[in-house]
């Protein structure tokens, strides 16, 4: 005995990639976020020098970036023929939603900017 039908299966499935697709900046910023605070503290305990916590915010920050616009672009293409179903209004909520990660992600990679490179004496 089946319990869903094919248009069921189907329906689940555009629900998930659709909440994917919009969640995906979100989700992005918040890889980001972990991996410069996640680092930061190790690299800081293990005493580490700044310029090598620079380094790793710096990168984390410019990576985080480029995989969020690859993954706007090819959202994009992807929007742009086989997703008529999908509301514009969620279309455009994924664009802002990229946009404040966008910012969310500049926001924490410019502590590089702000906060000094030299060790706290222990």
Do not use: C
């Not at 086989?82 to 404040?100: Q, T």
Request: net charge positive; glycine share 8%; hydrophobic share 50%.
């Amino acid at each position: 005995m089946e319990l869903t039908t094919p248009r069921e299966e189907q329906r689940t499935h555009l629900f998930l990639r659709t909440l994917l697709s919009v969640l995906t900046g979100p989700l992005i910023w918040a890889a980001h976020f972990l991996v410069i605070y996640g680092a930061n503290t190790i690299l800081f305990t293990q005493g580490a020098s700044g310029r090598s916590r620079e380094f790793v915010i710096g990168a984390a920050t410019l990576l985080a970036l480029a995989v969020l616009a690859i993954a706007l672009r090819s959202k994009g293409r992807a929007q742009s023929g086989e997703d008529e179903h999908v509301p514009r209004f969620l279309r455009n909520l994924r664009r802002w939603l990229a946009g404040l990660a966008a910012l969310g992600i500049l926001w924490a990679g410019s502590t590089i900017l702000i906060l000094p490179t030299h060790q706290v004496a222990s």
